[in-house]
């Protein structure tokens, strides 16, 4: 009868004898981005002023939010893009999430309690996401499907309209700053460091990190899998729905359909993370990292005069690369 170890690939920690620390690569990924923002800023005279740098950070901080909840998804049940984890509904619960909030604004509820309706709806997806997975169902396609659901309701609760989001703790959140900050980038912050030390300092993180290596291993060793899984889904809606809210509070509405339109920037940062860890694997500083260098990516090239479906583009190459360095890790770690 064998017996399970189980290895825990965080960012913190005695490193583990099976794997190198490829800090090199790491220290060549804040190189990059380092480089690239170098590289704006001498190109454009505007990309370095402060009202800039703002609209960069309250971008990244809708990527960065939902990023970090993808990268606890993936986190929890493996970086295989096929069977492990991942939530590709984490655009639509953003824009449903807003669509809510404003829709139970305008019908006269409380900032308090449009925001908690349109979490509660995000909460409620990432439960849906997180039965079916546990259920059997493929991540890729149980999301797939639940992001479906939440793109026709978030047109059936919009009424395939804008609805105007203003006013309240909504306006300090586009406006509102503290010694200097913007009101989103506080919150990010907050939410970055609370995710970073639930996955890097508790035992759940510990956890989640065993179940989505080796969620045989882990489950041998006594770690309920679906449980893991099933609330790494719920936190993902979660934050979803925050930076839904963000988001349309920083558009003064909440457009239909916008959510289909981040999904690949928030898939972007949660894999690119990987580039910034010193064992490539998602995590959480990573992710704000990668959040705020996609939203400077896209800001400087259109300083730049580069058409937006270039700008695409590159981002799509970014993916592929990353996943490509992914895949490769995942085989040399396998060996």
């Known amino acids: 009868m064998s017996t399970a170890i189980l290895e825990i690939p965080g960012d913190t920690g005695a490193p583990t004898p099976t794997?190198?620390?490829?800090?090199?690569?790491?220290?060549?990924?804040?190189?990059?981005?380092?480089?690239?923002?170098?590289i704006f800023a001498l190109g454009s005279p505007y990309f370095l002023q402060w009202e800039n740098l703002s609209s960069v950070l309250n971008q990244a901080?809708?990527?960065?939010?939902?990023?970090?909840?993808?990268?606890?998804?993936?986190?929890?049940?493996?970086?295989?893009?096929?069977?492990?984890?991942?939530?590709?509904?984490?655009?639509?619960?953003?824009?449903l999430a807003g669509s809510v909030t404003a829709v139970a604004a305008a019908a006269g509820a409380g900032s308090l309690r449009a925001v908690l309706?349109?979490?509660?709806?995000?909460?409620?997806?990432?439960?849906?996401?997180?039965?079916?997975?546990?259920?059997?169902?493929?991540?890729?396609?149980?999301?797939?499907?639940?992001?479906?659901i939440a793109t026709s309701l978030d047109l059936v609760v919009s009424d395939n309209i804008k609805v105007a989001l203003d006013g309240g703790v909504f306006l300090w959140l586009r406006q509102g700053s503290i010694a200097g900050l913007p009101a989103s980038v506080l919150v990010l912050a907050v939410a970055a460091l609370v995710s970073w030390w639930a996955v890097a300092r508790t035992s759940w993180g510990v956890h989640s990190y065993a179940v989505g290596q080796n969620s045989i291993a882990a489950s041998i060793a006594g770690l309920s899998v679906a449980r893991h899984r099933f609330?790494?889904?719920?936190?993902?809606?979660?934050?979803?729905?925050?930076?839904?809210?963000?988001?349309?509070?920083?558009?003064?509405?909440?457009?239909?359909?916008?959510?289909?339109?981040?999904?690949?920037?928030?898939?972007?940062?949660?894999y690119m993370s990987t580039v910034f860890s010193r064992r490539l694997v998602v995590n959480?500083?990573?992710?704000?990292?990668?959040?705020?260098?996609?939203?400077?990516?896209?800001n400087g090239l259109t300083l730049l005069g580069v058409a937006s479906q270039w700008v695409g583009a590159a981002k799509g190459v970014l993916i592929l690369l990353v996943l490509a360095v992914v895949v490769v890790r995942g085989r040399n770690t396998a060996k």
């Open 19 to 38: 794997r190198k620390r490829p800090s090199l690569l790491a220290w060549a990924g804040y190189g990059v981005v380092v480089l690239v923002l170098g």
């Open 61 to 95: 901080a809708v990527f960065g939010i939902a990023g970090i909840g993808l990268a606890v998804v993936i986190i929890t049940g493996g970086d295989d893009v096929l069977e492990g984890g991942i939530d590709l509904s984490v655009g639509a619960t953003a824009g």
């Open 231 to 270: 609330m790494s889904y719920v936190i993902s809606g979660v934050l979803g729905g925050i930076a839904g809210v963000l988001l349309a509070s920083r558009l003064s509405a909440a457009v239909p359909g916008i959510g289909g339109q981040i999904l690949l920037d928030i898939i972007l940062v949660a």
């Open 117 to 148: 309706t349109g979490l509660a709806v995000a909460a409620a997806l990432g439960a849906l996401n997180g039965a079916a997975v546990i259920l059997g169902l493929r991540p890729l396609l149980a999301t797939l499907a639940t992001m479906g």
């Open 284 to 298: 959480i500083p990573g992710t704000v990292v990668a959040a705020i260098f996609v939203a400077g990516l896209a």
